[in-house]
């Protein structure tokens, strides 16, 4: 995909996780630093603790990281450690946007043990928070995945809601600790209260000072 960073055109690296595993990604830098190109992608927040890379990334024009941090109360299986502290994994991130690049924090609410006041936490969390940008998404059990198999099992999908509700921003299934309006609700104040301008403007400048970091990036 490609849009526009001042003067240059941003190409997106459609990918999960770019910088996966052990891999020599030399040749990639040295594509994206012949082109001048600039450059956004998703990536494992354990990147911010490879300064070699974080380098590389700097250097040849990536300017913006998607990162998932996905939940204060829950930790998911799959792509990276999911278990490790908020604290490391904020860290990590934090050691990204020193290298110029700003990172976007990605959040699923609705996981098992989730609550009323565990969102209003992570609100909290967010408007305190040094990340350049925030995305908000329900927990979502699509159809095949594990998820989707154990809330059926368990009797949790709700029967009403069919395929045109699953848009990552409508409730799905039966919370655990809330109930469906609850959580619904409580999304929907999350996201009032995260995203008003004052919020908005706050991550905007946040951006622009990160990106000042990285004077090739910026040039």
Request: net charge negative.
């Amino acid at each position: 995909a490609l849009t526009q960073f001042g003067s240059h055109r941003l190409v997106e690296l459609a990918d999960d996780n770019t910088f996966a595993g052990t891999r020599n990604f030399d040749q990639l830098f040295d594509l994206f630093s012949r082109y001048k190109l600039r450059y956004f992608t998703e990536a494992d927040w354990r990147i911010g603790e490879n300064p070699s890379l974080l380098a590389g990334l700097a250097s040849s024009g990536c300017v913006h990281v998607l990162v998932g941090v996905e939940s204060l109360v829950y930790s998911h299986s799959g792509m990276g450690l999911k278990n490790s502290s908020v604290n490391r994994v904020m860290d990590a991130i934090t050691a990204i946007q020193e290298h110029g690049i700003a990172a976007t924090g990605c959040f699923i609410v609705g996981s098992d043990g989730e609550t009323k006041e565990s969102i209003s936490n992570l609100a909290t969390f967010l408007l305190e928070s040094k990340l350049a940008d925030i995305q908000l998404t329900l927990l979502t059990p699509f159809p095949g995945t594990a998820l989707y198999r154990r809330l059926k099992k368990e009797g949790r999908l709700l029967p009403d809601r069919d395929w045109s509700f699953y848009t990552l921003f409508d409730v799905t299934f039966e919370p655990d600790q809330m109930s469906v309006v609850e959580l619904e609700q409580s999304f929907r104040d999350l996201v009032k209260t995260v995203f008003t301008c004052d919020a908005v403007n706050r991550r905007s400048q946040l951006r622009d000072e990160i990106w000042k970091k990285n004077l090739k990036t910026c040039s």
